[in-house]
């Protein structure tokens, strides 16, 4: 029979249809790998060599020697080319709301950058080492530092769109950051549920999950000293993944820069057996962070979201909000957590 489960943190429902279950091996789609890309692609503007394709380079981790705007380096973070919001002229701090009718506006302004991952169009970080994802996640880091102290910036998210069913518009490995003057709605509920939640019980939601994953075991898929990587109970699409610090931090600000490669390990691993196990499956991540304005909150715990795009939502599930998910959460957890990356 089909269950209904709730989300501890979000209060957000799913139904668990375990009657359009599905073999692991059924969600592996046929494509073909970003190994058998050319390393170089020489129309690709994020691609070594073709530094002059992308506005001025903001941050990049280079072999010694070597320049801004030119060959040499690791990762590298442009501002976005196409972006989808824009800096203001003068301080954005306190850009005034105004009225169109009956409706709310502001004008848009904003932060949107890319981190180039790789030099190497045909890697993507299930693909990569763990030194090279470390280096990923310190730009993240970096970057998410510097705009967090500016007062203009309410919220700072860090995503990654990987493959055309999740957004994505060029195949070289590459992740974003778009920082807002606002915090939108569904940000603010899964603030507010976290809230209410150590209002009632004095505890983070999100530490009472981890204990009771490491006390169930079953849906976690691995650990570390640092982080956890696990199966929601009630995730929302197939082979959903929550990877958390274990000690307690409400913002990435709070990631301490000896963590980073504890961080990178557990990353690493995970992309890696998705791309192994589900033949390079399409996915969007997230890092969810407490907003700039409710710094250091007690309640709230900073942690990635990794969304494959394996099933496609239909009318009910945009009607209701209801996702419907056709993997039983502990044997995704299980699945994964057996298969070996050679």
């Known amino acids: 029979m089909p269950e209904l489960r709730q989300n501890l943190a979000t209060k957000e429902w799913v139904i668990i249809s375990t009657e359009r279950a599905k073999r692991p091996e059924e969600f592996a789609k046929k494509k073909e ?19 002059s394709q ?4 903001i941050l990049g981790y280079r072999k010694e020697g070597t320049k801004a705007g030119q060959k040499g380096w690791q990762v590298r973070v442009v501002p976005n080319k196409f972006p989808a ?5 003068t301080s954005v701090v306190g850009v005034q709301r105004s009225k169109s ?4 506006r502001m004008d848009g302004v904003g932060k949107h950058e890319v981190i180039i991952e790789n030099p190497y169009h045909s890697k993507t970080l299930g693909t990569m080492s763990v030194a090279e994802v470390e280096k990923v996640i310190r730009a993240y880091h970096e970057r998410y530092l510097v705009l967090d102290w500016d007062p203009a910036y309410r919220l700072i998210i860090i995503f990654r769109n990987q493959g055309s069913l999740a957004g994505a518009s060029l195949l070289h490995p590459h992740s974003q950051l778009v920082a807002t003057a606002i915090v939108p709605s569904h940000v603010r509920n899964r603030i507010y549920e976290a809230q ?3 209002d009632e019980l004095g505890r983070c939601v999100f ?3 981890i204990k009771n994953e490491i006390e169930e075991k079953e849906r976690i898929i691995l650990q570390n000293e640092k982080f956890i990587a696990f199966v929601p109970y009630a995730a929302s699409v197939p082979y959903e993944i929550w990877i958390l ?3 307690h931090e409400a913002s990435l600000a709070d990631l301490q820069p000896d963590d980073v490669n504890n961080l990178a390990q557990v990353l690493q691993k995970i992309l890696a057996k998705l791309y192994r196990s589900l033949n390079n499956p399409d996915y969007n991540y997230c890092i969810n962070s407490l907003p700039h304005y409710s710094y250091s909150g007690p309640y709230y715990h900073w ?4 969304l494959p795009r394996l099933t496609t939502r239909a009318g009910f599930e945009i009607g209701s909000g209801i996702n419907i998910n056709v993997a039983l959460p502990e044997e995704s957890a299980k699945f994964l957590r057996e298969f070996v990356v050679k």
Do not use: W
């Not at 992308?54 to 380079?57: Q, V």
């Not at 009718?101 to 709310?104: P, S």
């Open 303 to 306: 942690h990635i979201q990794i």
């Open 196 to 198: 209410r939640y150590y």
């Open 33 to 51: 790998s970003p190994l058998a890309l050319p390393a170089y692609d020489p129309t690709c503007p994020f691609c070594e060599g073709n530094e």
């Open 207 to 209: 530490c009472d999950m």
């Open 245 to 247: 610090p274990k000690r």
């Open 101 to 104: 009718g009956i409706y709310l």
């Open 85 to 89: 919001l824009v800096p203001s002229a």
């Open 54 to 57: 992308t506005p001025e380079e």
